[in-house]
């Protein structure tokens, strides 16, 4: 017969399991996890672990990094626009000073004023010449205005007076107003340069009848 080993007690063999604790679940304290209370809330409810509404340190920090933003993007579009500004043309556009007004007989007896406000000249034609005042008032410089039912130029500034051919006669205007360059183009039309200017200053001879003062013939 074989031998039988006798069963040997297994040591807690049949005894029940020992019951499984449950992990620790360590205590939260509410108020360690709610951001500052906001201005206003009140300590009551900050103590008892509500919720405060207003706004956590996140919302704060990224507020604060919005306004370095756009302080910082503020700063360069200025810096760049001053950067491109000092590579553009710096020039002064002012209006042509030599120019071509039509062929002479577009110019009737007496002052046409269809270039005052372009060039700033009155085309005045007489009997004998044609020539362009320049719209200057010797004085203080304003515009004066043609009147034709009073023939004369007036101006609005201080009340000095022109003939229709620019000679002062009253106010405080010094002398008669100057007159413009003119000669013909090849083309038969009238060229004026206002660069060059002929006067007729106080006690002084007049430069009226210099050449290039006037067109006669024509
Ligand atoms: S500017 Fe013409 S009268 Fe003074």
Redesign the pocket.
């Given at each position: 017969m074989p031998e039988v080993e006798d069963a040997k007690p297994v040591p807690n063999a049949g005894a029940p399991a020992a019951e499984a604790k449950p992990a620790a679940v360590p205590k939260v304290d509410a108020t360690k996890y709610v951001g500052t209370p906001a201005v206003g809330t009140s300590k009551a409810a900050a103590a008892g672990g509500v919720a405060a509404s207003g706004p956590t340190n996140t919302d704060v920090d990224r507020r604060r990094r919005r306004l370095v933003w756009a302080a910082v993007t503020a700063f360069l579009t200025a810096w760049f626009i001053a950067f491109f500004r000092f590579f553009l043309p710096r020039t002064l556009f002012e209006p042509n000073t030599v120019f071509k007004i039509g062929y002479p007989s577009e110019f009737a007896l007496g002052v046409d004023t269809k270039f005052q406000q372009k060039y700033r000249i009155w085309v005045d034609r007489t009997p004998d010449r044609l020539f362009v005042i320049y719209a200057r008032?010797t004085?203080?410089?304003?515009t004066?205005d043609w009147k034709p039912s009073e023939n004369k130029f007036k101006?609005p500034?201080?009340?000095?007076g022109y003939d229709s051919e620019g000679i002062n006669f009253e106010?405080?205007?010094p002398r008669p107003m100057d007159r413009a360059k003119i000669e013909l183009a090849p083309d038969g039309q009238i060229i004026v340069d206002t660069s060059r200017l002929y006067s007729w200053p106080k006690g002084q001879p007049s430069h009226f009848n210099d050449p290039g003062a006037f067109l006669t013939g024509v």
């Open positions: 008032c004085h203080l410089g304003c004066p101006c500034c201080h009340g000095s106010g405080p205007a």
